[in-house]
């Protein structure tokens, strides 16, 4: 990334450059990541090509204020964090469903320095968590804590329930390229089976799946139906800042 990219993302999520890359900075970064990227899978429904490279990742989040899931999200947010000059590594993970473990390279998240940084998990951490922590990190967005399994991964969970279980292992971008192509064609995939766009707010979170609107404020759940095409494609514009020309819908 070059510095007007940088500059431009960082204006995207309304953070200054930082003065050194450490965990304070690491901290408000990440915060506001999710304050202003939203979590979607919008482009798995409108037919769009979703290109595991750094500069397409964040043309798509600074360039067409977009968002994306946890290759897109993760990828993109470690090139910036890296042109800051952070350390940073990227890792795979298994998504816990119940006791099942997701297919292999099925979530990507970021080692940076001595945090785990996930931007891409949707209702997830609010702060990077430490990975040299074993007991409990509260946060708010729960409390979490990281545990090692025999094999030598580390288990990351949430309120007590498993999350995903990371492998610490660093890979390439270009190593989720299969679970990236899984997730948004085969009809397993739960991004292929759902229409989804999520965002944290200062006061709780927000998400449109399908046409059904969540708003999750102080701990109070509130949904309501929308109705036509018109109102859908106002809660994207409005809500997260997303301009499209038609509904995502299913196939």
């Known amino acids: 990334m070059n510095d007007s990219w940088v500059d431009a993302y960082l204006a995207r999520i ?39 490279d750094p500069e397409a990742l964040v043309a798509k989040v600074v360039d067409r204020r977009r968002g994306g899931f946890c290759y897109e999200l993760g990828g993109a947010f470690g090139t910036l964090l890296a042109a ?33 940084a996930d931007v891409g998990f949707g209702d997830h951490a609010h702060h990077p968590l430490r990975l040299d922590v074993r007991g409990d990190q509260p946060d708010p967005g729960g409390v979490f804590r990281i545990a090692e399994t025999p094999e030598g991964d580390l288990d990351v969970s949430k309120d007590g329930r498993p999350a995903y ?63 036509g095409d018109d109102e859908v494609l106002a809660a994207y514009r409005s809500l997260f800042g997303v301009e499209l020309d038609r509904v995502p819908k299913v196939a």
């Not at 939203?38 to 798995?44: A, H, K, T, V």
């Not at 800051?84 to 320095?113: K, M, Q, S, T, W």
């Not at 989720?176 to 064609?185: D, I, N, S």
């Open 14 to 52: 309304g953070a200054a450059r930082p003065a050194r890359p450490d965990g304070e900075a690491l901290r408000d970064l990440h915060l506001r990541h999710l304050l202003a990227v939203p979590f979607e899978n919008l482009s798995i429904h409108l037919g769009e090509d979703i290109v595991l």
């Open 165 to 227: 279980r990371l492998e610490t292992r660093p890979r390439a971008l270009g190593d989720f390229e299969a679970g990236c192509w899984w997730h948004r064609t085969s009809p397993k995939s739960h991004f292929t089976r759902s229409v989804v766009c999520s965002m944290l707010t200062e006061s709780g979170r927000v998400t449109l799946s399908g046409r059904t609107l969540i708003r999750t404020t102080g701990g109070e759940r509130d949904e309501r139906e929308l109705t």
């Open 84 to 116: 800051l000059g952070f350390d940073v590594e990227i890792l795979a993970a298994r998504v816990f469903d119940g006791d099942r473990l997701g297919v292999p390279y099925d979530h990507l998240a970021l080692r940076v320095g001595p945090w785990l």
